[in-house]
């Protein structure tokens, strides 16, 4: 179950938060992953996740300088009762969101991950 993180309500949520690696918005740890949503951070347990995947939303938008083109980089777990989280890694973070998928596919080899067909 995801929630907003509050500090000292979990001890063990507390101690991955503080060891867990930062990935743009996202911090991994071992069994939880934390994602920053306006100036809170939530939180999930990974055991409920069956299925994980990128989302790259690209976005075009006019300045007074001229067009400015970005992606902006997701992940995307899907729990067991086939709930989506889509959590913001950032703007233009592709080195982030590579090492974030990266990561989470080494220390999570039982969930799925790509998009379903």
Not at 6 to 18: G, I, L, S, V
Not at 23 to 32: A, F, H, N, Q
Not at 56 to 82: H, P, S, W
Request: aromatic share 10%; hydrophobic share 35%; proline share 1%.
């Amino acid at each position: 179950m995801d929630y907003v993180y509050r500090k000292k309500e979990n001890a063990h949520a507390d101690q991955e938060f503080a060891q867990a690696s930062q990935y743009g918005k996202v911090k991994l740890g071992k069994d939880w992953i934390f994602w920053k949503k306006g100036l809170k951070w939530n939180v999930t347990d990974l055991d409920g996740v069956t299925r994980a995947f990128r989302r790259i939303e690209a976005v075009d938008t006019k300045m007074c300088c001229g067009n400015v083109n970005f992606d902006i980089q997701k992940l995307v777990l899907v729990r067991k009762d086939g709930e989506e989280l889509e959590l913001l890694i950032g703007e233009g973070t592709v080195r982030e969101a590579d090492a974030l998928y990266r990561r989470l596919q080494e220390s999570r080899p039982e969930i799925a991950y790509g998009k379903e067909k």
